[in-house]
Nanobody
Framework: QVQLVESGGGLVQAGGSLRLSCAASGNISINFMGWHRQAPGKQREFVANILSGSNTNYADSVKGRVTISRDNAKNTVYLQMNSLKPEDTAVYYC????????WGQGTQVTVSS
């Protein structure tokens, strides 16, 4: 079982930055970690993921503005978001995969214009 706890969301003006964190605990041997997001009235969508090391993937909508990184010693994944836009407003959900898929509870990111 894996527990994921996110932090770092909040309210920011357009053009600003936020850094999200997600710490995993439990009996874990994690493969992928990453983030999805869900805006009001929309389906949850992929943002970014990272395998151990530097193997990363990004959604086209955030590429160039977002950097995902991972501290394997801390079982923590980070999402550095720069040049934020109002359309980035969403609840951001951390996920982790072992032989199962686990989700965090979500953290709200609101970008004002």
């Amino acid at each position: 079982q894996v527990q994921l706890v996110e932090s770092g969301g909040g309210l920011v003006q357009a053009g600003g930055s936020l850094r999200l964190s997600c710490a995993a605990s439990g009996n874990i041997s994690i493969n992928f970690m990453g983030w999805h997001r869900q805006a009001p009235g929309k389906q949850r969508e992929f943002v970014a993921n990272i395998l151990s090391g530097s193997n990363t993937n990004y959604a086209d909508s955030v590429k160039g503005r977002v950097t995902i990184s991972r501290d394997n010693a801390k079982n923590t994944v980070y999402l550095q978001m720069n040049s934020l836009k109002p359309e980035d407003t969403a609840v951001y959900y951390c996920f982790a995969t072992t032989t199962k898929l686990y989700w965090g509870q979500g953290t709200q990111v609101t970008v004002s214009s």
